[in-house]
């Protein structure tokens, strides 16, 4: 039912362009070459997204590998499984996999898929910067293992402290590959910020203003500015550490006037904020899903926002607080020890916020429900002994000690980990168009939440009784033996129910229930287009009137229309109110980003050989920066209307 | 199921192009701002921070920077305010002769500030390997010189992109009164580092 359209204007979808007409051009302009070229030059969000979930993924499962290797050496007294320096790698490559190759991008991973679903529009804001974020990311991650894997992987701890990380006590490659590691993560953490802030403000749908937005656009708002605001530090903490190590300057070496604190004060700027940019993601995973396994509109939506804004603020007053055992000036102690208790203020306010919206609801307690429930219960615990550690004479006994990891583990995994799997089962159907199974994903939280106390809830027991962190083995006879023994089945027990999770991913891949538009009844717009989305998202863009728009909009969904179906074309809006203003192109693939990316590995692996690599290395990249800047489209064509 | 739309609006006759904040340009330069921005202010945190435990500033036996090369990059980099203003409000209006002319002029100031910051590192006094001083006086001058570097690439490709035939394009303008937008960043940044790596020395000792 094609319309017949006037030569002098370009198509457009409407009353006359809609269905399957509408759909077939759609596909046309926005589809991405077939084959490797294609699949390599692609910016399509949800392809993107898709392989940052997968890579992130598989990060969990190597950082999870080595946590049972250092189990199995904890779980008996003086174990010789493990020599002394491997253990350094394996503490090293199990946190910084954790933080820099899974935490953190697993969370923009989801953004970037879900986002754009979520905010109506049909792709993210640079979407070359964001295939380039993802080969920085990818670069990376491979470094570092194939760095292990070569036996020079980093061994200083995921924190690097100087001066054991320095050039006189780390000698060879294994530490410039963790700071040139963190070099990449950060650029495309960085890069992956600026694309969310950009497609929250300006691309969502007509009629949602700030104030109608999911909480998780407001939480990823939030941790995409607290990205913006932290990691330059730590880039710039790694480069001086780089060149501290490699052209011989002084900025931690404490016998030319540097210093290591400067080290300390500059991650932990970063170290902090990140905890809050891993945990905040999560808190919008929970409000989604609290909503709508509760069938009631989030209870508190103003409060669990302001909560969200303050968290984020009060994050980068925090740092200190790594720092007690230093040696710092009493008002120091003071101040930190206060924003640090402070800090438990809002995030007490958005626990109550969830439980009222259970309360008040007709909750189901499915597969996402019950992360909530097991996030609840884990993180308040994980924050109580948060709360303990705030205060200076106790921290300063606890410091460095299994209470420590005990407290992080339960923060990090309840309060990220299972809003996480709770989010990636509840948006699954959307990923793939079928549904996780329900009595394998039961079976599995049961394990995952029961197992993770098994092994964690031991661990504060072990550090009371002063067991340190970061020990390869333990001598007999210091109590520490059950305590360690317990821990080690409970990490194999969460390993055993990680791979249920994935096993029930895969089956259900295949072999899973349809789900359709809207399995769950969800009120958010990603729910309003097909399982799996098609390439271009929305066939018309949906106009919102309320914070539910698929709940307050049953029979039929407005929508505006007038879009070119003929190039990429994206709907801009006011950054308040979501007023239509622009139309503006959402640049088409190539295969550029990919190159740049390449020169910048090159550039970044060589430079930890020879600084000239900096000299050399910079024209290609800067070229490769200028083709994909280049304008692509052989023809300038003003378009008809009326400007 | 998919619900049925219900058409509500037309977006056709919206434009498609503006300026400043209307524009994704805009946002994509000003969150650029703020990671450099950033990452300025911690290593100026870093200056001061090393400068507390130094023994002197400059250390003893080190004389400060000398003054010449960077005030003429100062001075130079201001005025280069005027051409840049020109060109903003030219892109602005869409005057491409004008753009043309006063881009490649931006181009050609930068390459003799490019000049003067070399006799810059020249000046300094101190090696980076010397102690923690000479360390943070050559980041912050070359974070500022790769700062700089970075946006004279981005004003030549865009001087090369204007005298094609893409120069017509609304949007490109756009690009080009953004690009001069970052340009005031560049020298509003140089200003602290000035102080910082010429004058505080100076006062210090």
């Given at each position: 039912m094609t319309a017949k359209i006037s030569p002098r204007d370009h198509d457009r979808d409407g009353e006359k362009l809609q269905g399957e007409a509408l759909h077939f051009r759609l596909e046309k302009t926005w589809s991405r070459e077939p084959g490797l070229w294609g699949w390599l030059s692609t910016t399509d969000h949800k392809e993107i997204g898709r392989r940052y979930i997968v890579t992130a993924m598989i990060f969990l499962a190597l950082g999870g590998l080595v946590s049972l290797l250092m189990r199995l050496q904890l779980a008996?007294?003086?174990?010789?499984?493990?020599s002394a320096q491997r253990y350094n790698e394996l503490f090293t490559m199990h946190g910084t996999t954790m933080m820099f190759l899974f935490a953190v991008p697993v969370m923009e991973a989801i953004a970037i898929y879900i986002l754009p679903l979520m905010l109506g529009t049909r792709n993210i804001a640079f979407p070359r910067l964001n295939a380039f974020s993802y080969w920085a990311y990818l670069s990376g991650g491979i470094l570092l293992w194939a760095a292990f894997l070569l036996n020079i992987g980093p061994d200083a701890?995921?924190?690097?402290?100087?001066?054991?990380?320095?050039p006189e006590f780390s000698p060879g490659k294994r530490t410039d590959i963790w700071a040139q590691m963190v070099t990449f993560t950060e650029i495309a953490a960085l890069a992956v910020s600026v694309e969310i802030v950009a497609t929250i403000l300006k691309?969502?749908?007509?009629?949602?203003t700030l104030a109608r937005m999911p909480i998780f656009a407001w939480a990823m708002l939030v941790v995409s500015l607290m990205t913006i605001f932290s990691m330059p530090s730590v880039t710039l903490a790694s480069g001086f550490l780089l060149s501290d190590r490699?052209?011989?300057?002084?900025?931690?070496?404490q016998y030319e006037y540097g210093d290591a604190l400067l080290w300390q004060h500059l991650f932990w700027f970063f170290g902090h904020p990140e905890v809050y940019i891993i945990f905040l993601p999560a808190a919008g995973f929970v409000s989604e899903i609290v909503q709508t396994f509760s069938r009631?509109?989030?209870?508190g939506y103003t409060a669990i926002v302001l909560a969200i804004v303050a968290i984020g603020l009060l994050a980068f007053g925090l740092w200190v607080h790594h720092m007690f055992a230093t040696g710092l000036p009493r008002v120091g102690y003071s101040f930190y020890t206060a924003a640090s208790m402070t800090v438990a203020i809002p995030s007490g306010i958005q626990i109550f916020c969830w439980i009222a919206t259970m309360w008040d609801g007709r909750p189901r307690f499915q597969v996402p429900l019950l992360y909530v429930v097991g996030f609840v219960i884990t993180f308040v615990l994980g924050g109580l002994t948060g709360v303990m550690l705030a205060s200076v004479p106790l921290d300063l006994q606890l410091h460095d000690t299994y209470f420590v990891v005990a407290h992080f583990h339960y923060v990090l995994?309840?309060?990220?980990v299972f809003p996480l799997l709770g989010a990636v089962t509840y948006w699954f159907p959307k990923f793939t168009g079928r549904m996780m199974s329900e009595r394998l994903g039961q079976a599995t939280f049961w394990l995952l939440f029961g197992g993770f106390q098994l092994a964690f809830a031991p661990m504060h027991l072990s550090g009371l009784m002063g067991m340190p962190r970061r020990v390869y083995t333990y001598p007999e006879g210091m109590g520490w033996d059950l305590t360690n023994l317990l821990s080690t089945i409970g990490a194999f027990i969460v390993a055993l129910a990680v791979l249920m999770f994935v096993v029930n991913a895969l089956l259900s891949m295949k072999r899973g229930q349809a789900a359709g538009a809207n399995p769950w009844d969800a009120?958010?717009?990603?729910?309003?287009?097909?399982?799996?989305?098609?390439?271009?998202?929305?066939p018309h863009i949906p106009v919102v009137t309320s914070r539910t728009p698929l709940w307050d909009n049953r029979a039929k969904l407005p929508v505006m229309t007038g879009l070119r179906v003929d190039e990429r074309e994206q709907l801009l809006t006011t950054?308040?109110?979501?007023?239509p203003d622009l139309r503006e192109p959402s640049p088409i693939p190539t295969i550029w980003p990919f190159v740049a990316s390449l020169a910048l590995a090159a550039l970044f692996v060589s430079s930890m050989f020879t600084p000239w690599a900096v000299v050399i290395g910079t024209p290609p990249l800067a070229a490769a920066l200028v083709a994909w800047f280049w304008?692509?489209?052989?023809d300038v064509t003003p378009e008809p209307v009326i400007e | 199921m998919i619900p049925q739309p219900r058409f509500?609006?037309?977006?056709?006759?919206?434009?498609t192009h503006a300026f400043?904040?209307?524009?994704?340009t805009w946002w994509g330069v000003i969150a650029f701002f703020l990671i450099e921005g950033t990452a300025f202010a911690m290593a100026f945190a870093a200056y001061f921070f090393l400068m507390n435990l130094?023994?002197?500033?400059?250390?003893?036996?080190f004389r400060p920077p000398g003054l010449v090369a960077g005030t003429l990059f100062t001075l130079l980099i201001l005025l280069s305010e005027i051409p840049n203003t020109m060109l903003k409000h030219a892109a602005e209006k869409g005057q491409l002769r004008k753009v043309r002319r006063l881009l490649l002029l931006m181009v050609g100031l930068a390459v003799a500030m490019l000049v003067l910051r070399a006799f810059e590192f020249a000046s300094l006094?101190?090696?980076?390997?010397?102690n923690a001083y000479g360390s943070i006086v050559w980041a912050l001058l070359l974070l500022h010189a790769a700062h700089f570097a970075t946006d004279w690439v981005d004003t030549v490709v865009l001087a090369g992109v204007m005298h094609?035939?893409?120069?017509?394009?609304?949007r490109k303008f756009v690009d080009v009164a953004e690009n001069a937008m970052y340009w005031r960043f560049v020298w509003l940044t140089w200003l602290p580092i000035y102080v910082m790596i010429y004058w505080i020395p100076r006062w210090a000792s």
């Open positions: 008996s007294p003086e174990s010789g499984l493990i701890g995921w924190f690097s402290y100087v001066p054991l990380a320095g691309l969502r749908a007509p009629g949602m490699l052209v011989g300057t002084h900025f931690y070496n009631r509109p989030t209870f995994v309840g309060g990220s009120p958010g717009l990603e729910w309003a287009t097909g399982s799996p989305p098609p390439v271009y998202n929305f950054v308040i109110d979501a007023r304008p692509k489209s052989p | 509500a609006g037309d977006l056709s006759t919206l434009k400043g904040h209307r524009s994704m130094e023994q002197g500033w400059p250390p003893p036996d006094n101190v090696w980076w390997s010397d094609t035939r893409h120069g017509q394009e609304g």
